[in-house]
């Protein structure tokens, strides 16, 4: 696809359970990240992935997060034992990674989780 | 502490009128410093790069300036219409001569543009 696609746009669940989010990110884009984004509030990062490299896994908040990405493709991010706290809308971007492009990042239209 | 700040109040003007939002940070060093666009229900969309040589950049109504002196950042929408209505984010690179390829994110100022 043209841009960063993520799934499902909407997720609701119960305390206790698993959630699964998904990010197609742009084709030929190197890095890839993934934000949480709660009601009102500025942008979180969680983790980052370039390339083989091991990922930056500074920003993910407990243990029950986890993030996997299959070479330069698909991501997703796993949450488990959901959390009230938990809700917010999950944003993933891209970006290519050399000099001039600045990591420029493009995102998708995130995921909107509500754990009930 | 490291902090981004952007004004967490709403800024509401006129159509027409130019409307000015500021991003400072602290104990950051950045290479450079981005203006991102965010509508509801939407992820951000970038806008504007500057670096820190340049003093200005502009893009069509769009005008960013960067002092690092100040450690401040400047975001100005001339003939402000009310399509621009929106969040708008700074972010900057840690200043750790990419390392980290992160982006560092402010919480966004939300613009209203009254018809």
């Known amino acids: 696809g043209a841009g960063v696609s993520q799934s499902p746009s909407n997720k609701v669940t119960e305390k206790g359970k698993d959630v699964e989010l998904r990010c197609d990110p742009i084709s030929g884009h190197t890095a890839l990240y993934w934000y949480r984004q709660r009601l009102g509030q500025g942008l979180e990062f969680l983790i980052y992935?370039?390339?083989?490299?091991?990922?930056?896994k500074s920003g993910l908040p407990s243990d029950r997060f986890s993030a996997e990405r299959t070479g330069e493709s698909v991501s997703t991010l796993t949450i488990q034992r959901t959390q009230q706290e938990d809700s917010a809308v999950y944003l993933c971007?891209?970006?290519?990674?050399?000099?001039?492009?600045?990591?420029?990042?493009?995102f998708g239209a995130g995921t909107r989780l509500s754990v009930l | 502490s490291q902090k981004i700040e952007q004004n967490s109040e709403a800024l509401n003007i006129q159509e027409g009128k130019t409307a000015t939002l500021t991003c400072n940070y602290t104990n950051y060093s950045p290479a450079y410093l981005q203006w991102y666009r965010q509508d509801p229900g939407r992820g951000p969309v970038f806008l504007l790069l500057i670096r820190e040589n340049e003093k200005e950049k502009r893009k069509e109504r769009l005008k960013v300036t960067f002092d690092t002196t100040l450690k401040q950042s400047l975001f100005h929408i001339t003939a402000s219409q009310p399509a621009d209505s929106a969040t708008y984010l700074c972010a900057l690179d840690p200043g750790d001569g990419g390392a980290t390829n992160k982006l560092i994110f402010g919480t966004g100022t939300l613009l209203a543009v009254q018809p």
């Open positions: 971007a891209s970006s290519l990674v050399f000099l001039s492009a600045k990591n420029i990042q493009y």
């Open positions: 992935f370039q390339g083989n490299s091991a990922p930056d």
